[in-house]
């Protein structure tokens, strides 16, 4: 269940996508002060292109190095980028070589008076993430399971709150507990925005993973489905389930969806975006 490491696929196109919606939602969220970023399934936060995990198949020159070696215009997709450029000026004056997590781009965008709740269950992955932001204190860092303490986690939390939900769904039933864990703080929480990721893998689990999710019926859920078939990658794609998103949304993140797929699909194989809000 622990041996997952995210190094191995850190700066793919799903990240990619997935970065550049939550960079978006943090910018948009945190004018609503106080505000909080719960990221549950934290790991380590921060990934060097030369690590070991990262190395074995280097799956960000098919995400991040494509993105970043594209004449992109989008205003939404820039703000993402010039995050990880930032990340790399500070260390590294010429070159390109760590990848900025979740956590790491949230400690960018947020103010000094926001709040920021990370944890995670890997051992190596939990000592990192530790010292990646020790000398932070506006963040919290906690070895804890988010299935049995994210109800808790919010409740101390005040204001406006978005909570990232994204695990390794390598558990056989992840799939299930997520479902579980949303339909639960949902019901508990019903004004706090969730950004749920998940991958398309097995098509089966992923159509009913989606099924599973629609039923649940919540209102102002926003499903975002990425198709961006390859040849490199057991992964085929990316999607999201987005509870109380900002009203303007798709408006505002339509293009920028379009030019990373353009950016980052294969030519050889069918792409597409299926937006839809319930």
Known sequence: MLSYRHGFHAGNFADVFKHCLLVY???KLKQNKP???IDPFA????????DKFMQKNKEYLNGIIKVL????SDQIVNQYVDLVKKVNSEKNKHSINIYPGSCLLSSLVLDREDKIYLSELHNNEFEIL???FANDSRIIVEKKDAYSTLNATISSYKGSRLVLIDPSYEVKDEYEK??????HNTSQFSDVCYMVWYPVLDAEKTNAFIHNMLSLKIKNTTHIKIELQNSFLRM??????IINAPSEMKHDVTNSLAVLLETL???NYPAQIQYDVF
Do not use: P, W
């Open 178 to 183: 997520v479902t579980k864990l949303i339909k």
């Open 43 to 50: 790991a380590a936060g921060t990934y060097f292109f030369e």
């Open 69 to 72: 070696n594209a004449n992109i």
């Open 265 to 267: 699909k294969d030519q």
């Open 130 to 132: 530790q010292k990646n």
């Open 25 to 27: 939602l943090l910018v």
């Open 35 to 37: 505000f909080a970023f």
């Open 236 to 241: 085929q794609g990316t999607g999201f389930f």
